[in-house]
C-alpha cells in the first residue's frame, strides 16, 4: 500500500509527505520521518505503519493528542481521505497511488487519449457504502447508494436460485452504474473455465442469452488472476490491453472488473464495460462494484452449496420413487407371469376352467398396470382441472358401479347413498372420479371379506359453498402412527397389493381443486374419509 | 414325486393372483393350502401341520418376516421349513437377504426367493427343501 499525506497550509498551499517506507514516524524531533516544526506538536508525537489491518495511525503518547477525522485516537485504521490532524497540523489522508486521485480521473478526451487504468487490490479497496463518496459516482446520488445496499441485501437475504440472485444483483448494478453491458461470471466447477452466468445490457432492458455478451477476456483474465479490481477508462489505448484481441475488436472505452470472492478462492467475477465515450468510470464506481463482489461472493457461494444439496435430495426422492415403481411392477409382473403360466398350463391339458382362470389373472393385472401408468401421470404432473358442469351423484354412481361386482364378490356391501339435492357442481369430472375410485378401491381393500361394508355418501350442507363426497368402510382402521403418513407417496399398508400412489392422487386432486380430505379412523374400527370440494370453479 | 407321499405345503401371500400363481406350479405333486394373511397362516401351520410354508414378505398387519420369526420361536412350528418370497430386492426396503435375517433372528429361512417367481425354479427349491427334511 502506498499513498501521501497533504499537509494544508496557511495560504492554501499544502505540502506533501509520500507513505512508501513503514512505518513513518512524525513529531518535532528531526530524526522523524515526518519533521512538524510547530510546538502543538509532541517531540515524538505519532506513527504510521502497515499491517494487516491496513494503514494504521498510532498515537504515541503525545500532549496534546492525534485525531482522526476530529475523534481523538491511540490507534486506529485510517483509509483515503481521512483528515489527520498533529496539533495544528492538519494532513489529508491519501492511500491510493497519487495518480489515482478523484480530481485526477483523465477525462475521455479524444485528443489526448489518456491512459487511465486502475487496478486495485482488495486491501486498497477495502470499502464500505459509507466509504462511496456519492459525488463520486457517476450516476448516482448518497441517498440512491444507501438504497443500493439495501436492496443488495435483500436479494441476498432471499436468493435461493442463483439465476435470481445474479440477474437481482446486475440490474441492481446497472441502475447504479452507467455501464452499457454487464454480466457476471462464475469458475466452472470441473474445468475453472469463467463462463457467463447472467447478463444484460442496457439498451435491451433484460438479455437474458449468455451468448449474447462477448466480454474483454483479457480484462476478466487479468482481474481473476490477480484478484484486483479493475478500471480501465479506455482500454484500446492501456498498455496492457491494448493490444488484446478483444478489445479492439469490440472498442471497448471503459471496462470495470472485480473479482468474485469465495471462502478460499476467486470463484468469478463482475464485469461491465461502455462503449460510449460520455460514459466513463470513476474510481467510486469501481469501488460500488467491488463492494457488490465483495458481498455476492459468499452469497454466490451459498447458493450454489444450497443447489447441490437440493439436487442430491431430488435424486434421493427419484431414487426412492424409482424403488417405490419397481416393486409396484413386479408385483404386477408376477400376477402376469402367474397368469400366463396357469393360462399355458391349461392350453397344455386341455383344460378350461385353468385357462379361464390364466386369463382373468393376466387381464387382472394388466389392468393393475394400467392404472398404476395413469396415478404416475396423475401424480407426476402439476395440472389444472379442467372444469365442467356435471352431476357430482353420477360421477360416484359410475364409480360404484364400476366396484360394485369386486366388493360383492370378496362378500363386501358397497352402498351408495346420494343427496339428490345436489344436482350439477362445476368440477373436473374425471378427475374426480379417478379420486372417488381411488378411494373406494382403498375402503373395499380396508374391509374383511366377509361383513365388510363401504358406504359412499354424497352431502351438500346447507349455506355452503361445498358439497362432500363421504366414503365410510368398517376395515381395518388405520394405524395412528401411519395416518400422517398418508398421501405420501409410494407409502402404502396394503402390501403387494398397493402401489402407494392411489391416496396421492386422490389428495393431489383434491387440492388442485382447491378442496380438503378430511380423515377419521380408529384401528379395528374403520376409516371415514370426507372430501370438500368448491361448488363452483373457485375464483383465482 | 412318488404317488402316496404327497406332501402339504401352506401358501401365504394377501394376493390371489400370487398364491394362485404357487399353486399353479406345485398343484400337481403337492397338495396346496393357502393362507392371505400372517395371523391365518400362522393358525393354519398349528392346525394343518405342513410340510413347507411358503411366505410372502410384503403383507399388511403382520409381514412376512413378523410370521417367519413367531414361527421360529413357537415350538410347535419351528421344524417347518419357509421359504420366503419378496418382490423388493434382497436388501433394500423391508429385504433383509437370507443371511441378514440368519443374523438378525438366529435363524434363517431355507430359501428367499424374488417375484416375479421362476416356476422353474420354485419347484426345484421346494422340491430341495422337502427332501433336505427327509
Known amino acids: 500500500m502506498q499513498g501521501r499525506l497533504v499537509l494544508q497550509r496557511p495560504g492554501g498551499t499544502s505540502l506533501s509527505f509520500p507513505l512508501v517506507q513503514f512505518p513513518v514516524t512524525l513529531g518535532r524531533e528531526a530524526s522523524n520521518d515526518i519533521t512538524l516544526s510547530d510546538h502543538s506538536v509532541s517531540r515524538r508525537h505519532a506513527r504510521i505503519v502497515s499491517d494487516d489491518q491496513g494503514v494504521v495511525v498510532e498515537d504515541l503518547g503525545s500532549s496534546n493528542g492525534t485525531f482522526l477525522n476530529g475523534n481523538k485516537v491511540a490507534s486506529s485504521v485510517v483509509a483515503d481521505g481521512d483528515l489527520l490532524r498533529l496539533g495544528n497540523c492538519t494532513f489529508n489522508v491519501e492511500l491510493v497511488q497519487p495518480e489515482v486521485k478523484r480530481d485526477e480521473i483523465p477525462r475521455m478526451d479524444s485528443s489526448t487519449w489518456d491512459l487511465s487504468t486502475h487496478s486495485l487490490s482488495p486491501e486498497e479497496l477495502e470499502v464500505e457504502a459509507t466509504g462511496i463518496s456519492a459525488a463520486g459516482l457517476t450516476g448516482a446520488s448518497t441517498g440512491a447508494v444507501l438504497g443500493f445496499f439495501q436492496q443488495a441485501g435483500r436479494i441476498l437475504e432471499r436468493a435461493f436460485d442463483l439465476d435470481e440472485l445474479l440477474s437481482g444483483i446486475l440490474d441492481l448494478t446497472f441502475q447504479m452504474i452507467p455501464a452499457d453491458r454487464g454480466c457476471i461470471l462464475l469458475a466452472d466447477a470441473t474445468t475453472g473455465e469463467m463462463e457467463i452466468q447472467a447478463s444484460r445490457t442496457r439498451e435491451e432492458e433484460a438479455n437474458d442469452s449468455l451468448e449474447g455478451m462477448q466480454i474483454s477476456r483479457t480484462i476478466l483474465?487479468?482481474?481473476?488472476?490477480?484478484?484486483?479490481?479493475?478500471?480501465?477508462?479506455?482500454?484500446?489505448?492501456?498498455?496492457?490491453?491494448?493490444?488484446?484481441?478483444?478489445?479492439?475488436?469490440?472498442?471497448?472505452?471503459?471496462?470495470?472488473?472485480?473479482?468474485?470472492?469465495?471462502?478460499?478462492?476467486?470463484?468469478?467475477?463482475?464485469?461491465?464495460?461502455?462503449?460510449?465515450?460520455?460514459?466513463?468510470?470513476?474510481?467510486?464506481?469501481?469501488?460500488?462494484?467491488?463492494?457488490?463482489?465483495?458481498?455476492?461472493?459468499?452469497?454466490?457461494?451459498?447458493?450454489?452449496?444450497?443447489?447441490?444439496?437440493?439436487?442430491?435430495?431430488?435424486?434421493?426422492?427419484?431414487?426412492?420413487?424409482?424403488?417405490?415403481l419397481g416393486h409396484c411392477i413386479k408385483n404386477i409382473l408376477n400376477g402376469m407371469e402367474g397368469g400366463s403360466f396357469i393360462l399355458q398350463k391349461g392350453i397344455d391339458k386341455q383344460e378350461e376352467p385353468s385357462i379361464r382362470k390364466g386369463w382373468?389373472?393376466?387381464?387382472?393385472?394388466?389392468?393393475?398396470?394400467?392404472?398404476?401408468?395413469?396415478?404416475?401421470?396423475?401424480?407426476?404432473?402439476?395440472?389444472?382441472?379442467?372444469?365442467?358442469?356435471?352431476?357430482?351423484?353420477?360421477?360416484?354412481?359410475?364409480?360404484?358401479?364400476?366396484?360394485?361386482?369386486?366388493?360383492?364378490?370378496?362378500?363386501?356391501?358397497?352402498?351408495?347413498?346420494?343427496?339428490?339435492?345436489?344436482?350439477?357442481?362445476?368440477?373436473?369430472?374425471?378427475?374426480?372420479?379417478?379420486?372417488?375410485?381411488?378411494?373406494?378401491?382403498?375402503?373395499?381393500?380396508?374391509?374383511?371379506?366377509?361383513?365388510?361394508?363401504?358406504?359412499?355418501?354424497?352431502?351438500?350442507?346447507?349455506?355452503?359453498?361445498?358439497?362432500?363426497?363421504?366414503?365410510?368402510?368398517?376395515?381395518?382402521?388405520?394405524?395412528?402412527?401411519?395416518?400422517?403418513?398418508?398421501?405420501?407417496?409410494?407409502?402404502?399398508?396394503?402390501?403387494?397389493?398397493?402401489?402407494?400412489?392411489?391416496?396421492?392422487?386422490?389428495?393431489?386432486?383434491v387440492s388442485e381443486h382447491k378442496g380438503e380430505v378430511l380423515v377419521h379412523s380408529k384401528q379395528g374400527q374403520g376409516t371415514t374419509f370426507t372430501v370438500a370440494l368448491p361448488l363452483q370453479r373457485p375464483s383465482e | 414325486m412318488q404317488e402316496g407321499v404327497r406332501k402339504r405345503i401352506l401358501v401365504t401371500d394377501d394376493e390371489e393372483d400370487a398364491r394362485e400363481f404357487v399353486r399353479a406350479v406345485l398343484e400337481d405333486d403337492f397338495d396346496i393350502i393357502t393362507a392371505s394373511n400372517g395371523e391365518e397362516c400362522l393358525d393354519m401351520a398349528r392346525r394343518e401341520d405342513p410340510d413347507l410354508i411358503i411366505l410372502d414378505v410384503q403383507m399388511p398387519v403382520m409381514g412376512g418376516i413378523d410370521v417367519f420369526v413367531a414361527l421360529k420361536k413357537d415350538d410347535q412350528l419351528h421344524h417347518i421349513p419357509v421359504i420366503m418370497l419378496t418382490g423388493v430386492r434382497e436388501k433394500t426396503g423391508v429385504g433383509l437377504s437370507k443371511e441378514e435375517m440368519g443374523d438378525c433372528f438366529g435363524e434363517e429361512p431355507n430359501d428367499y426367493l424374488e417375484k416375479p417367481l421362476e416356476p422353474s425354479l420354485l419347484y426345484d427349491v421346494v422340491c430341495q427343501c422337502l427332501g433336505d427334511r427327509e
Not at chain 1, 478483444?246 to 471462502?263: D, K, N, T, Y
Request: glycine letters at 8%; hydrophobic letters at 40%.
Open chain 1, 221 to 324: 483474465d487479468y482481474a481473476t488472476r490477480e484478484g484486483r479490481a479493475v478500471l480501465t477508462s479506455d482500454a484500446t489505448t492501456d498498455d496492457r490491453f491494448g493490444a488484446a484481441h478483444s478489445v479492439i475488436i469490440q472498442e471497448i472505452r471503459g471496462a470495470m472488473c472485480v473479482p468474485l470472492r469465495g471462502r478460499e478462492e476467486i470463484i468469478g467475477a463482475i464485469y461491465v464495460d461502455s462503449k460510449i465515450l460520455s460514459h466513463k468510470f470513476s474510481i467510486d464506481d469501481l469501488k460500488l462494484l467491488f463492494a457488490v463482489g465483495a458481498q455476492i461472493g459468499i452469497a454466490v457461494e451459498n447458493t450454489r452449496l444450497y443447489d447441490a444439496n437440493l439436487r442430491a435430495e431430488r435424486l434421493a426422492a427419484v431414487g426412492q420413487a424409482v424403488a417405490g
Open chain 1, 360 to 509: 382373468d389373472i393376466l387381464s387382472r393385472n394388466s389392468s393393475r398396470l394400467k392404472d398404476l401408468v395413469l396415478d404416475m401421470l396423475a401424480y407426476s404432473k402439476p395440472r389444472e382441472p379442467i372444469y365442467e358442469m356435471v352431476e357430482a351423484n353420477s360421477v360416484v354412481e359410475d364409480v360404484v358401479e364400476l366396484l360394485q361386482e369386486r366388493a360383492n364378490g370378496e362378500g363386501k356391501i358397497l352402498q351408495f347413498l346420494p343427496d339428490e339435492a345436489l344436482g350439477e357442481v362445476e368440477i373436473d369430472g374425471k378427475s374426480i372420479y379417478r379420486c372417488v375410485l381411488n378411494l373406494l378401491t382403498n375402503a373395499i381393500d380396508a374391509c374383511p371379506d366377509q361383513g365388510g361394508t363401504v358406504r359412499v355418501r354424497t352431502v351438500r350442507p346447507d349455506e355452503e359453498d361445498r358439497f362432500q363426497i363421504i366414503v365410510a368402510d368398517n376395515g381395518c382402521g388405520i394405524a395412528e402412527e401411519d395416518l400422517e403418513k398418508l398421501g405420501r407417496a409410494f407409502f402404502s399398508t396394503k402390501g403387494s397389493k398397493g402401489t402407494g400412489l392411489g391416496l396421492s392422487v386422490s389428495y393431489k386432486i
